[in-house]
């Protein structure tokens, strides 16, 4: 699969290192703005992309068959919409889109077009995610789910001294609940599907969520889910039962190592994520899936996709948070 990758920030050069590990996966073309040029030839030059663009829309026809959209969330939706429409497989970022009606307007040019799209979530695709799952019967009648991702933003003290970088723009979609909270939001309805009723209370700063808590109402269960930008926690997950509980010392993109604890039974530590990084095994997913064009595979992460869309969309907007166009 030839991958051509829109973007050269800090997601890109997260998952370039790992790119040799999936099979399958070939490097084809790299696209950044003319002001990043610079390092978008460092990094094609590192890791032998042969072909390079400052205009992202010349990328879509130079032969790829996919692409990876990793910019500012507020430009997902008309270049996820323009490689459709040029015939390109799309692996956008997290989250999808600013909102679900526009998730909703991609999905019908993929379907359309015969293509898969998919949204760029590590945790749904890590063996450590499935492995919790597996062990949720043992916990009996879930009662409690607390999920925390606290990461003082490398950007926030310019924010605090009035710069406004896109994590922080309203206008650029930016945000706790969009950039942090919707790897808990994923891992609680990935498990427990949708809730009865949701709301969201958050931190609000010139205008943007900096930090908030999500809370989820199920069936005898109740989640909490907290985000945080502007300050630093340990991230921790506990899911509490009423036949043990399950702690997950990582936060939700990683899905790393976690302990069962069963009423009146000795710990169990879990690990079975082969690869130490997160991206690894997401990315091996979408090559698969578009190679054996698995549209079941693709029909699945998309109702979840679209779950948790439509719950961003309807829960910061209850709470006044919104977004160009929303007002």
């Not at 999905?107 to 979530?121: K, P, S």
Request: glycine share 8%; net charge neutral.
């Amino acid at each position: 699969m030839k991958l051509g990758i829109l973007g050269t920030g800090m997601i890109v050069r997260d998952f370039l290192p790992q790119a040799h590990l999936i099979p399958g996966l070939e490097l084809y073309a790299l696209c950044s703005t003319p002001r990043s040029q610079p390092v978008m030839e460092q990094l094609a030059a590192q890791y032998r992309i042969p072909r390079r663009f400052t205009a992202w829309q010349e990328l879509l026809t130079c032969g790829v068959d996919a692409v990876y959209v990793a910019v500012p969330n507020a430009m997902h939706y008309e270049m996820c919409r323009r490689a459709l429409e040029q015939g390109c497989h799309v692996i956008v970022e997290k989250p999808m889109v600013t909102n679900v009606q526009q998730a909703e307007a991609l999905w019908r040019i993929a379907d359309r077009q015969g293509l898969l799209l998919m949204e760029a979530i590590t945790t749904r695709y890590l063996s450590n995610y499935r492995a919790v799952r597996q062990e949720l019967p043992g916990l009996g009648q879930l009662r409690l789910i607390r999920m925390d991702f606290s990461q003082y933003s490398s950007r926030y003290d310019a924010f605090r001294a009035g710069q406004i970088l896109p994590a922080f723009d309203p206008r650029q979609a930016g945000g706790a609940l969009m950039d942090l909270n919707i790897y808990n939001l994923h891992f609680v309805t990935g498990l427990l599907g949708a809730p009865l009723a949701y709301r969201y209370y958050p931190n609000l700063v010139r205008g943007i969520d900096v930090s908030g808590v999500m809370v989820l109402q199920y069936p005898g269960c109740v989640a909490t889910l907290t985000a945080a930008k502007d300050s630093h926690a340990p991230n921790q997950s506990v899911l509490q039962g009423d036949a043990g509980y399950l702690v997950l010392e990582t936060p939700a993109n990683a899905c790393g190592s976690f302990t069962v604890y069963p009423n009146g039974g000795p710990p169990r530590h879990v690990n079975v994520n082969p690869f130490s990084h997160r991206m690894v095994e997401e990315f091996a997913a979408f090559t698969c899936m578009i190679e054996d064009r698995d549209m079941a595979a693709c029909q699945e992460a998309r109702s979840q996709s679209l779950l948790v869309s439509r719950i961003q969309t309807a829960a910061r907007q209850d709470a006044g948070l919104l977004f160009p166009g929303e007002d």
